[in-house]
């Protein structure tokens, strides 16, 4: 499982992700949707269009990792915003892989969106 005491930021993709792109190509999308100087200790979520598959890329000291999980029935509660791109608390992830929706959860740090 993702090891989230390193991690220093989890990223969302709000909209619909080609998921046939290996790890340079979500590597790409990455550097075009964000501008930070520094992606190691960072995690990046994308869902497929019918939100029953998901990619995450997690940025360590020295690779990257790719995790995939495709749910046989049901469907990630994947949360929509108007800029595409949200980043989320270490719980939020918990709760959006355990099939929750996060945005009817009221956690004590709001879900800050990344302009």
């Given at each position: 499982?993702?090891?989230?005491?390193?991690?220093?930021?989890?990223?969302?993709?709000?909209?619909?992700?080609?998921?046939?792109?290996?790890?340079?190509?979500?590597?790409?999308?990455?550097?075009?949707?964000?501008?930070?100087?520094?992606?190691?200790?960072?995690?990046?979520?994308?869902?497929?269009?019918?939100?029953?598959?998901?990619?995450?890329?997690?940025i360590?000291?020295?690779?990257?990792?790719?995790?995939?999980?495709?749910?046989?029935?049901?469907?990630?509660?994947?949360?929509?915003?108007e800029?595409?791109?949200?980043?989320?608390?270490?719980?939020?992830?918990?709760?959006?892989?355990?099939?929750?929706?996060?945005?009817?959860?009221h956690?004590?740090?709001?879900?800050?969106?990344?302009?």
């Amino acid at each position: 499982m993702i090891d989230l005491s390193k991690n220093e930021g989890i990223y969302l993709f709000s909209g619909p992700t080609d998921l046939r792109k290996s790890i340079d190509g979500l590597l790409m999308i990455i550097q075009e949707s964000f501008s930070l100087s520094d992606m190691r200790n960072k995690i990046f979520m994308f869902s497929n269009k019918h939100k029953n598959r998901l990619k995450i890329i997690e940025i360590d000291i020295d690779g990257i990792w790719l995790y995939q999980k495709r749910l046989t029935k049901d469907k990630f509660r994947w949360p929509k915003v108007e800029y595409g791109k949200m980043s989320l608390s270490k719980d939020e992830l918990n709760y959006l892989l355990m099939g929750m929706d996060i945005t009817q959860i009221h956690l004590p740090i709001d879900i800050k969106h990344t302009y």
